[in-house]
């Protein structure tokens, strides 16, 4: 069973940073994609950031820049660093996941396609 498990929110000032972790398990680390979304109250799920097993990256023009997706293969971990916060970038964060070949961070960030999610992470960004 993929189990995905996010923490590193928080509540931060404007400006400032935070780095959230998505730790996974289940699956084999070295054939997988896994994406990070975001969903304020009384918004639609929102795409942040996605990297593949391949090292392929993608973001949304409205956060490169900002936010920088990398995964530590040896502790099956994927982390989302993000600087610069915004009160607008208040939200819970969840990352999810999909096994590897045939398909690409291009196809699922566009679907939302994934097979397992995390239950998530609150980031609150006061100013």
């Known amino acids: 069973e993929v189990q995905l498990v996010e923490s590193g929110g ?9 780095r959230l972790s998505c ?19 009384g918004k639609e799920r929102e ?6 097993y391949d090292g392929t990256k993608w973001y949304p023009n409205s956060l490169k820049g900002r936010f920088t997706i990398s995964s530590d293969n040896a502790v099956n ?27 690409s961070c291009l196809w699922l960030m566009a679907t939302m396609d994934f097979g397992a999610w995390g239950q998530g992470t609150q980031v609150t960004v006061s100013s």
């Not at 928080?10 to 935070?18: A, E, I, K, Y």
């Not at 795409?47 to 593949?52: H, K, T, Y």
């Open 10 to 18: 928080g509540l931060v000032q404007t400006g400032g940073s935070l």
């Open 23 to 41: 730790a996974a398990s289940g699956f084999t680390f070295a054939d997988y994609h896994i994406g990070w979304f975001r969903q304020a109250p």
């Open 47 to 52: 795409r942040v950031s996605c990297i593949s």
């Open 77 to 103: 971990t994927v982390y989302l660093q993000m600087n610069s916060l915004k009160s607008e970038d208040t939200a819970v964060y969840y990352c999810a996941w999909q096994s590897g070949p045939g398909t």
